[in-house]
């Protein structure tokens, strides 16, 4: 069964510094998100990529987040200078196509910022 | 996005079917009824999805009422492994899900 693949599975990172974190998409996948929820939480949106854009964004991800796909493999979330409020599990997720089907959830992602 | 109304928690004994609703009376007309669940410690996982027909899957089906103005997910036999936060989700693929507090579903063994 195919699968969205995260790295690293947990980070330890100091308040300040930048953190990557690595989402491999299902191949044919065509629009990709990340999520991310704080413990004990609510799942929250954080943005939607299609197209090698940004196509929707959530008042979370503001100036210290980015994503990109360098590659055209990983898509990746930047957080410039990571907050202790960053601290959270972030899920990516991938689909095929847009309408109805099922969007595929990665394992997550966990962050911890000292 | 349409909201939605869940029960926050429910209990279930384990091999007796569960019948879990969702209020979403602001749906739009081309919003898909999407159920997902969260297994503790896991990412959102897939259950099952409609329009207006009832579905079914080889893990749940799913009721949609005449005016879709409300669904339920029903497991047929509950399992020890079907607990979880089960969230129902009205939107189009490709746009955002937004995932609301759901309903904590507790199996009784």
């Known amino acids: 069964e195919p699968e969205v693949t995260q790295t690293p599975s947990h980070q330890v990172t100091q308040m300040g510094q930048e953190v990557i974190l690595r989402c491999v998409p299902i191949?044919?996948?065509?629009?990709f998100y990340w999520y991310r929820q704080i413990l004990g939480q609510k799942v929250e949106f954080l943005v939607s990529?299609?197209?090698?854009?940004?196509?929707?964004k959530s008042e979370i991800f503001d100036d210290q987040f980015s994503v990109e796909r360098p590659d055209g493999s990983n898509f990746t979330l930047k957080i410039r200078s990571t907050k202790l409020e960053d601290s959270a599990m972030y899920f990516c997720?991938?689909?095929?196509?847009?309408?109805?089907?099922?969007?595929?959830f990665g394992e997550g992602s966990r962050l911890t910022v000292l | 996005d349409a909201k939605t109304t869940q029960p926050n928690s429910m209990e279930s004994n384990e091999e007796e079917p569960v019948h879990l609703p969702c209020n979403h009376s602001?749906?739009?007309?081309?919003?898909?009824i999407h159920w997902y669940r969260q297994l503790p410690s896991q990412g959102p996982e897939y259950v099952i999805h409609?329009?207006?027909s009832n579905v079914n899957n080889r893990m749940a089906s799913l009721a949609i009422a005449e005016d879709r103005k409300s669904s339920t997910l029903i497991l047929h036999r509950a399992t020890l492994r079907d607990a979880a936060v089960y969230y129902c989700?009205?939107?189009?693929?490709?746009?955002?899900?937004?995932f609301g507090t759901g309903t904590s579903l507790t199996v009784i063994p």
């Open positions: 191949s044919n996948h065509l629009y």
């Open positions: 997720a991938t689909t095929r196509g847009y309408g109805a089907g099922e969007l595929f």
């Open positions: 409609g329009l207006t």
């Open positions: 989700i009205p939107t189009l693929t490709g746009n955002q899900f937004y």
């Open positions: 990529f299609y197209n090698n854009e940004i196509s929707e």
């Open positions: 602001t749906i739009s007309g081309t919003d898909y």
